[in-house]
């Protein structure tokens, strides 16, 4: 019993130790209020708002206090109602001027009261309103006694209060307030976090040892001055203690997942791919004819692909528009149409970047994009209208489809940190053989990152191209999904401001 007491003197030693002389003040006012705001603090404490505030938080994180935030509509003091704060208002300065001088002339009352003709305006306007005094015959007369004019009106009253919150005022003070926010720049109403504080049992405790025990003169902070003599051996630093719960800072951060998709690019651009660029509104030419999907495709009804009212896109050069009819006639036996090809449409998929890429892509070749991409799906956990995806190629004449599915392979390690990955034969009216890439998710399960094949030679021939070609087109936001360890694919859009801070 005896060592526990001697283990928690010690321990209330530490602590007070640990103390800086702004927690001290603050901590020895508020256990004699016992319970008190902020604003209450910085006067018994005699510190500023700033001070008042830190010794708080870092109280709090000691559980010397038990702290509680608030956000309050709180009266401060404007730019012009921090000078008569000290000054006294402008009424105050012209009836002191008309007491001095009895009786005055208007003119003179305006020129030798030290007023500005604006403060002027407003000083006798307020006096004329409390009836303390008249304007007769071009002179300002005193109308109440002396001993009253001396007194402090409400407003005068309320100014010095500054600052507090609005729900406490009374009656009286809130008409000081209404009568002092019509004039111009004397009063500004904020919503500020108000703090208020309670101290606790184990603060008592801290503050008897302290009297008890008085630790000094405790030095806060370590400067050079002190470094270079021997003073620093002579005197008592304060206790830090870095196992203490701190505020946590969250400084500003670029938003998770567009950095997610920027080191997506850079890892593909130091992998030796070049970027593709193309339009968001795009011809039903380059996003389906020329990925050889015929005219009567499902994914061409309104239902899969939102279409761009009273637009029409333009088509490519006449050979490549006439090699691309015949290559649909020939396999799909039927009449392909020009008008259709030339419908403007959202770009439903990546893989027309690609499409438009190949009649300019170098062989050997590699390219990627993310583009943003459109369809009007049912919006759920895996699942936007609004998406976007990583689309790549590599043209090259002695590749193969087991190149194919190493690249995807290593992709969904590098960018997801996925351990298990599996390939799923799958059929796209543009590539032949055809790979669906699914990523296990620890809570989804397995998860479909997107598609792939090698171009078939009625989408490459066409384009001009002579060599295979590898193609893919993966959800990039399923990607990011991995990444930040998120289960909900809208989360990566959201405005939640603590996942947000969190992240990166």
């Not at 006067?43 to 700033?50: I, M, P, Y």
Request: include cysteine; charged fraction near 30%; aromatic fraction near 8%.
């Amino acid at each position: 019993m005896a060592s526990d007491a001697q283990d928690t003197k010690k321990d209330l030693k530490k602590m007070a130790e640990s103390l800086s002389e702004g927690e001290v003040l603050v901590l020895k006012s508020l256990v004699e209020k016992k319970k008190a705001s902020s604003a209450e603090l910085e006067k018994a404490a005699k510190l500023s708002q700033v001070e008042v505030v830190r010794a708080l938080q870092w109280l709090d994180n000691k559980r010397l206090i038990k702290l509680k935030r608030e956000e309050k509509e709180v009266a401060i003091l404007g730019e012009y109602g921090q000078k008569y704060q000290k000054e006294g208002l402008p009424e105050r300065k012209l009836l002191a001027f008309i007491l001095k001088n009895k009786a005055v002339n208007f003119s003179d009352a305006q020129k030798r009261s030290g007023l500005s003709g604006e403060e002027f305006s407003a000083a006798l306007g307020a006096l004329k309103k409390k009836i303390l005094v008249s304007i007769e015959a071009g002179k300002i007369l005193l109308k109440a006694k002396p001993e009253e004019a001396l007194k402090k009106t409400l407003e005068e009253k309320f100014l010095e209060s500054l600052p507090v919150e609005t729900s406490k005022l009374s009656p009286e003070e809130k008409y000081a307030l209404q009568e002092l926010a019509k004039r111009k720049g004397i009063i500004e109403l904020k919503r500020n976090a108000v703090f208020s504080a309670e101290a606790t049992e184990q603060a008592k405790k801290v503050l008897a040892m302290m009297k008890e025990s008085p630790r000094g003169k405790m030095i806060e902070n370590v400067t050079p001055d002190l470094l270079r003599g021997e003073e620093w051996k002579k005197v008592k630093f304060k206790r830090y203690d870095v196992s203490v719960r701190v505020p946590e800072i969250y400084g500003g951060k670029r938003q998770a997942y567009y950095v997610f998709l920027e080191q997506v690019a850079r890892e593909l651009v130091r992998l030796g791919f070049k970027e593709m660029q193309g339009p968001t509104i795009e011809s039903e030419f380059w996003n389906f004819d020329a990925l050889f999907q015929p005219q009567f495709h499902v994914a061409r009804d309104w239902t899969a692909t939102y279409f761009a009212k009273g637009l029409e896109a333009e088509l490519p050069a006449k050979e490549i528009v006439e090699q691309v009819k015949r290559q649909h006639e020939k396999s799909w036996q039927y009449s392909w149409q020009q008008e259709k090809a030339k419908h403007a449409i959202l770009r439903p998929q990546g893989t027309c970047m690609s499409a438009r890429m190949l009649p300019h892509a170098e062989v050997p070749g590699k390219y990627f994009a993310i583009a943003r991409c459109y369809r009007p799906d049912v919006v759920d956990t895996k699942h936007l209208a609004e998406f976007n995806q990583v689309e790549g190629i590599i043209l090259d004449e002695n590749i193969t489809f087991q190149h194919l599915l190493a690249t995807l392979k290593k992709f969904a390690e590098v960018f997801t940190g996925a351990k298990e990955v599996r390939f799923i034969p799958d059929y796209y009216p543009f590539t032949e053989p055809s790979v669906q890439l699914n990523v296990k998710h620890p809570k989804l399960g397995w998860i479909e990152i997107g598609g792939a094949g090698i171009f078939r030679e009625e989408v490459t021939k066409p384009l001009g191209v002579n060599v295979p070609v590898i193609a893919w087109g993966l959800g990039v936001d399923r990607l990011a999904m991995f990444k930040l360890g998120v289960s909900d694919i809208r989360q990566l859009f959201s405005q939640d401001l603590e996942w947000l801070r969190k992240q990166g």
